[in-house]
Nanobody
Framework: QVQLVESGGGLVQPGGSLRLSCTAS????????IAWFRQAPGKNHEGVSC????????RYTESVKGRFIVSRDNERNTVYLQMGSLKPEDTAVYFC?????????????????????WGQGIQVTVSS
């Protein structure tokens, strides 16, 4: 099993920045691709960004391209989401998710079905 814990959320003014962290513990050899999702009040989960293992790259949803950057530190078992130029519509609970490692090597996806382990979520509020 893999446990995921998000940190770094909070309240920020429009135009500001935050960095979210997702740290894995437990059987940390058992996952590969990592994604960030968010859920705003009254809305479905939305895939925000993901990062593949083994150098297969990243993905971003259109609304965050050029503003958010995802990265990973494998030695620390941590994935980061650097969020800049934040807007009120970025307000949501942000979740990280990890895919159980398999023999199939593939680029990460921004769909919930692609992930097996989930964090508890962390609130990000963008407001003046």
């Amino acid at each position: 099993q893999v446990q995921l814990v998000e940190s770094g959320g909070g309240l920020v003014q429009p135009g500001g920045s935050l960095r979210l962290s997702c740290t894995a513990s437990g059987f940390t050899e058992d996952y590969d691709n990592i994604a960030w999702f968010r859920q705003a009040p009254g809305k479905n989960h939305e895939g925000v960004s993901c990062i593949s293992s083994r150098g297969l790259g990243t993905r971003y949803t259109e609304s965050v391209k050029g503003r958010f950057i995802v990265s990973r530190d494998n030695e620390r078992n941590t994935v980061y989401l650097q969020m800049g130029s934040l807007k009120p519509e970025d307000t949501a609970v942000y979740f990280c998710a990890a895919r159980k490692k398999t023999v199939l090597i593939s680029r990460c996806v921004l769909f919930e079905y692609g992930y097996d382990y989930w964090g508890q979520g962390i609130q990000v509020t963008v407001s003046s």
